[in-house]
């Protein structure tokens, strides 16, 4: 049967064929919008109005603003809602970004920039060179981020200031991880305590491969001896990001045990900065 007069049959729509049109035509959307080619012919789109009608969805998504998303979605609005634990890594991330790139809310620019450092952690870890590299960061946002990173490790040091007991385990997790993670090497530390397992000290006691032939149970004696300490906390990072215990962890942990019990020095526990949750010794029945 031939077609009614005047009317011409519609063509099928093919999905995939549509999409790729999409893509093209989004840019001829946004040629017009924002009439920076004047040669854009409106009736090359309209030739095709599937095409057409997903292109203007796609570009009008890309444009909307995050003032234009739904309260709830919103990161700033969710943190203060939901608090800051509801968030993801890119959400928190875009708070700390405030805006995005063109064509790009800062939530996605945020997704954008995790995939490509691999990482929040990674990304907060950085150097100058490498973090500046990432689309819609720079010196200024670099330097932001160290001024963050560096109240929230004064802010623990304030919880473990000389003087004050310890009575939570987390708050010690969180201020080792501060002080000990980041570093490209490892570093070996500990915390000093007096008989009520109030600080006395935080000290940075050896750096470089942790072995048996780097740490010195005997300066660690005579360090605790000067400052009076009834108990120690000890503490080392895995560049790697493996918070799982050596061998060689396991050996000196035992070594240093055994020397400072001769001075009536009792070991607490042996952290292990790495990803995630430090490992503890204690908790792992090591100590």
Same mark, same amino acid.
């Given at each position: 049967m031939s077609d009614p007069k005047g009317f011409e049959k519609e063509e099928s729509v093919n999905p995939a064929s549509t999409s790729l049109q999409a893509i093209v $035509? #989004? @840019?001829?959307? +946004?040629?017009?919008?924002?009439?920076?080619?004047? #040669? *854009?012919?409106? #009736?090359?789109?309209?030739?095709? !109005?599937?095409?057409? $009608?997903?292109?203007? =969805?796609?570009?009008?998504?890309?444009?909307?603003?995050?003032?234009d998303w739904p309260a709830e979605d919103r990161p700033r609005e969710k943190l203060l809602q939901k608090g800051a634990q509801s968030l993801?890594?890119?959400?928190?991330?875009? =708070?700390?970004?405030?805006?995005?790139?063109?064509?790009?809310?800062?939530?996605?620019?945020?997704?954008?920039?995790?995939?490509e450092f691999g990482s929040l952690k990674a990304l907060l870890d950085a150097d100058q060179h490498t973090f500046c590299q990432g689309n819609g960061l720079g010196a200024a946002k670099y330097a932001q981020l160290q001024a963050v990173l560096q109240m929230a490790k004064r802010h623990y040091e304030e919880i473990l200031q000389k003087g004050h007991a310890l009575t939570s385990a987390d708050a010690t997790r969180i201020y080792l991880s501060h002080q000990l993670r980041?570093?490209?090497?490892?570093?070996?530390?500990?915390?000093?305590?007096?008989?009520?397992?109030?600080?006395? @000290?935080?000290?940075?006691?050896?750096?470089?491969?942790?072995?048996?032939?780097?740490v010195y149970p005997r300066e660690v004696a005579k360090k605790a001896l000067q400052l009076n300490a009834a108990a120690i906390i000890f503490a080392?990072?895995? !560049?790697?990001? =493996?918070?799982? !215990? #050596? @061998?060689?962890?396991?050996?000196? *942990? +035992?070594?240093? +045990? +055994?020397?400072?019990?001769? $001075?009536? =020095?009792?070991?607490?526990?042996?952290?292990i900065i790495g990803d995630g949750v430090p490992y503890s010794f204690a908790e792992a029945g090591l100590i």
């Amino acid at each position: 049967m031939s077609d009614p007069k005047g009317f011409e049959k519609e063509e099928s729509v093919n999905p995939a064929s549509t999409s790729l049109q999409a893509i093209v $035509f #989004s @840019q001829e959307i +946004q040629n017009l919008a924002t009439k920076k080619n004047e #040669s *854009t012919d409106s #009736s090359i789109i309209m030739a095709k !109005p599937h095409a057409f $009608f997903y292109a203007l =969805i796609y570009f009008l998504v890309g444009i909307m603003a995050i003032s234009d998303w739904p309260a709830e979605d919103r990161p700033r609005e969710k943190l203060l809602q939901k608090g800051a634990q509801s968030l993801t890594d890119a959400e928190l991330l875009a =708070i700390f970004l405030r805006t995005g790139t063109k064509g790009k809310s800062a939530v996605d620019l945020s997704r954008e920039l995790l995939d490509e450092f691999g990482s929040l952690k990674a990304l907060l870890d950085a150097d100058q060179h490498t973090f500046c590299q990432g689309n819609g960061l720079g010196a200024a946002k670099y330097a932001q981020l160290q001024a963050v990173l560096q109240m929230a490790k004064r802010h623990y040091e304030e919880i473990l200031q000389k003087g004050h007991a310890l009575t939570s385990a987390d708050a010690t997790r969180i201020y080792l991880s501060h002080q000990l993670r980041g570093y490209s090497y490892e570093v070996f530390a500990a915390l000093f305590l007096d008989n009520r397992h109030r600080v006395i @000290q935080f000290e940075e006691l050896f750096r470089g491969t942790i072995d048996g032939a780097s740490v010195y149970p005997r300066e660690v004696a005579k360090k605790a001896l000067q400052l009076n300490a009834a108990a120690i906390i000890f503490a080392h990072n895995h !560049p790697s990001g =493996i918070n799982e !215990p #050596s @061998q060689a962890d396991k050996h000196i *942990t +035992q070594k240093l +045990q +055994q020397a400072l019990t001769l $001075f009536d =020095i009792r070991v607490l526990d042996h952290f292990i900065i790495g990803d995630g949750v430090p490992y503890s010794f204690a908790e792992a029945g090591l100590i």
